[in-house]
């Protein structure tokens, strides 16, 4: 599997979260997943990344957030993550 | 180079539509207005056997009217009789030449037209801009026969397994920008750019949330406005959230919210219209407050939602309500955007079809949500797609 820096920020019911995971795995992107609704800190940290965030899927790569399962703008993102 | 030349009369909008093709294409062109038993009118046709205009001839001789026209452009032949080999080359939509049928929508009424055209030998491209569509935005689905349970996304990866199995090319992720759909070859240019051709279309775009259209609701997507509320309902924990909407979706997300949510607001333009049962629910929870005949004015917020303002309809009083985020589901539009000029549309911008999901257009047809077919259900997109691609199959066949 390929190094990214990846991390998922995701609820269970949600299925765009798995649209989003299913397609880094595809991709064969290793990634980190926060379920939001069982760890706190790490919904705050989303909260925080998004500023003020209160939608998911919410994906960290390298140093950008992208809110919402932009298929389109992920696979550019993880372009420019993985040539740098 | 050989000349081209463009018998028309005045009024005729199809020799304005070959006029514009021909200018767009960067090709001169002699007009001869033609009226009706003039001179010009007699010798085309002699030349052309043909009392209807446009007439395009090239050094004399007669190709037809506008669709021959664009198809012997799509084709490359246009430019060959013009001595243009190199542009020949390139008009044919590179490698992938002409497709027997574009299919266009990646939810179950395209992804069940995609096989259905498959099993038919149809040489058949599917684009998408997401595979599922709307069927997505649920968790579960319990009616679809042969599953009593199941979720969305289990039963999309089916359904794609399933058409991945065909010979059907496709592309996810990609959007039609504009289509050309008159004419025997129709012609679909997708945002990146590329333009495809094909000798038939299906339109299986769906629906899409309808938005309040309201100030703060696009700035605020993501801090706070949502249309989503099974994938983000579970987040409002401790927090306020307001529902807009009171249909069936908008009493769903307040039940899902009132779970979690210190308050939730229910904000509908008119009384609620959602099943009974559910409204007999919503009425019952202590934590949500209902307002009905309120229309939503203003979205608020600093960095993130803070607020909504709403008007009563029966008195026009505002008031604020204070609130971390706002669900809005006040039903869904169709995503005709890109033939509602071409094709008969009803009141509320669905394609209009046939029993055999033809639009009225020759080689257009049209299935599922996007449509006027009275129930919107996963099961009848699928079978709708099913018939657009035999109905598309029987118009080609007989073509030939």
């Known amino acids: ?84 | 180079m050989p000349s081209l030349k463009i018998y028309t009369i005045e009024g005729c909008p199809f020799c304005i539509k070959a006029k514009a093709f021909l200018a767009e294409k960067g090709i001169e062109f002699e007009e001869v207005p033609a009226s009706p038993h003039s001179e010009d009118w007699q010798r085309m046709k002699e030349k052309t056997r043909s009392g209807s205009v446009p007439q395009i001839c090239i050094d004399g001789e007669p190709l037809g009217g506008y669709s021959d026209l664009v198809y012997l452009e799509a084709t490359g032949i246009l430019w060959e009789k013009l001595g243009l080999t190199d542009r020949a080359k390139k008009a044919t939509a590179g490698e992938s030449g002409i497709y027997d049928l574009i299919v266009i929508g990646g939810g179950p009424a395209g992804l069940s037209a995609g096989i259905y055209a498959a099993r038919k030998l149809m040489k058949t491209f599917l684009i998408a801009k997401d595979i599922g569509g709307q069927v997505v935005w649920t968790y579960d689905i319990d009616n679809y026969l042969g599953f009593t349970e199941v979720d969305t996304a289990g039963l999309i990866s089916k359904f794609h397994e399933h058409v991945e199995k065909y010979d059907v090319a496709t592309r996810e992720g990609i959007e039609v920008v504009s289509v050309e759909l008159s004419g025997r070859i129709k012609k679909i240019t997708t945002d990146d750019n590329n333009i495809y051709l094909a000798k038939s279309v299906i339109i299986a775009t769906g629906k899409r949330p309808r938005p309040l259209g309201v100030p703060g609701e696009q700035e605020y997507i993501g801090r706070g406005v949502a249309f989503c509320s099974t994938c983000d309902a579970p987040l409002y924990v401790d927090l306020t959230a307001t529902v807009v909407g009171g249909g069936n979706s908008a009493l769903e997300a307040a039940i899902d919210l009132e779970k979690v949510a210190t308050r939730v607001h229910l904000v509908s333009l008119t009384p609620l219209t959602g099943d009974p049962i559910l409204v007999e629910k919503v009425e019952g929870m202590e934590k949500v407050d209902i307002y009905t005949e309120y229309n939503t004015t203003r979205i608020i917020g600093e960095q993130s939602v803070t607020g909504i303002e709403i008007v009563s309809v029966k008195d026009g009083k505002k008031q604020i309500l204070d609130t971390d985020g706002v669900f809005i589901e006040i039903g869904l539009l169709p995503n005709s955007d890109l033939v509602i000029d071409t094709l008969t549309t009803n009141r509320i911008g669905e394609i209009t079809v046939d029993s055999e999901c033809r639009t009225g257009m020759t080689g257009v047809f049209a299935a599922g949500d996007v449509t006027n077919v009275p129930y919107k259900q996963v099961i009848v997109a699928a079978g709708e797609g099913a018939k657009a691609a035999l109905s598309a199959y029987n118009y080609l066949i007989n073509q030939r």
């Open chain 1, 1 to 84: 599997m390929t190094e990214a820096k990846v991390v998922v920020y995701s609820t269970p019911t949600c299925p765009f979260c798995k649209k989003a995971k299913e397609f880094l795995t595809k991709k064969e992107i290793d990634f980190i997943d926060h379920d939001v609704t069982k760890d706190r800190d790490a919904l705050e940290e989303m909260r925080k990344l998004t500023q003020g965030g209160l939608s998911v899927p919410v994906l960290h790569i390298c140093d950008e957030i992208i809110i919402g399962f932009d298929q389109a703008r992920i696979e550019k993102v993880l372009a420019d993550c993985l040539s740098s």
